[in-house]
């Protein structure tokens, strides 16, 4: 008996420490760096208007970020840490009152993160989070989670934090010891100090689980391409495919001169109307 008793107390003594266990930051960033992503968020005349994070869960490109962040964005670009530039060319599924959202872009063989088991995210817990505040990514701030709070007005549950998180953190993954996933950076109160908060990832399985709902391409590739294109000074053909292209038309230069009988030899003048090819990539 006191041997069972023992090997119990043994138990319940290492999941605390494990739970409370301080992350190897130096460690965790190298591990999860790589699957967390500036989110650049741009208008319809492709001007930049915000920008957010969001992370990996899939290593086909499946991101999870912030409703909110996606919300107003005609185009999202997701800039890698190596660099690399990936347009979101679907919005999978949201969860408007968790503030959740799954976008996707086209790779394979990615880097992404795991979500640490349900119910795991106590008070207590150490954490670290990575996300792009003021669009500063891949930056690293840590803290514990102060509590677990239901909000009733907006009947939600959520993760209070003392990590910081700032304009252009919302998306963010807030992670445990062993780098998993326990929720996503979500909002600040302005009239506090330290009072961060964060969908928990109980809500983000859910989610997840979902996914299959709803696929709906993004604004940019909702809406109609145009018929046509009015040229602007110092416009080329070459210029005139690639501003199509933020719009969601795939039209090459040699394409556009086609349809309109331009000759190889005459020069696009601004203010001449050009038909658009109607095809979209």
């Not at 391409?217 to 110092?234: D, E, I, M, W």
């Amino acid at each position: 008996m006191h041997c069972l008793l023992l090997a119990l107390l043994l138990s319940a003594s290492l999941v605390l420490n494990a739970a409370n266990e301080a992350p190897d930051l130096r460690a965790l960033a190298k591990q999860t760096r790589p699957a967390v992503y500036l989110l650049v968020l741009q208008d319809e005349d492709g001007k930049t208007i915000g920008a957010g994070t969001g992370f990996l869960v899939s290593s086909d490109g499946l991101l999870v970020t912030n409703q909110h962040v996606v919300a107003e964005a005609h185009t999202i670009i997701a800039k890698a840490e190596n660099g690399g530039l990936f347009p979101v060319t679907r919005i999978i599924a949201t969860d408007p009152r968790n503030d959740l959202a799954l976008i996707q872009f086209d790779a394979k063989d990615l880097p992404f993160l795991t979500l640490a088991p349900d119910g795991s995210a106590e008070a207590g817990t150490r954490i670290a989070i990575i996300g792009s505040p003021l669009g500063l990514e891949g930056t690293l701030t840590e803290g514990i989670v102060s509590a677990r709070r239901r909000l009733p007005k907006e009947k939600r549950d959520v993760l209070q934090i003392s990590a910081p998180i700032s304009q252009g953190s919302s998306g963010s993954p807030v992670l445990d010891s062993q780098g998993r996933v326990i929720g996503v950076a979500s909002f600040l109160l302005q009239d506090g100090q330290a009072l961060n908060f964060a969908s928990p990832s109980e809500q983000l399985r859910k989610l997840l689980g979902k996914r299959t709902l709803k696929t709906t391409p993004p604004p940019s590739l909702q809406k109609n391409p145009p018929a046509t294109y009015t040229v602007k000074q110092g416009d080329t053909l070459i210029q005139i495919s690639r501003e199509l292209e933020k719009q969601g038309v795939s039209a090459t230069a040699e394409q556009i001169r086609t349809l309109n009988q331009i000759p190889k030899s005459s020069v696009i003048r601004p203010g001449q109307v050009l038909r658009i090819p109607q095809s979209q990539p």
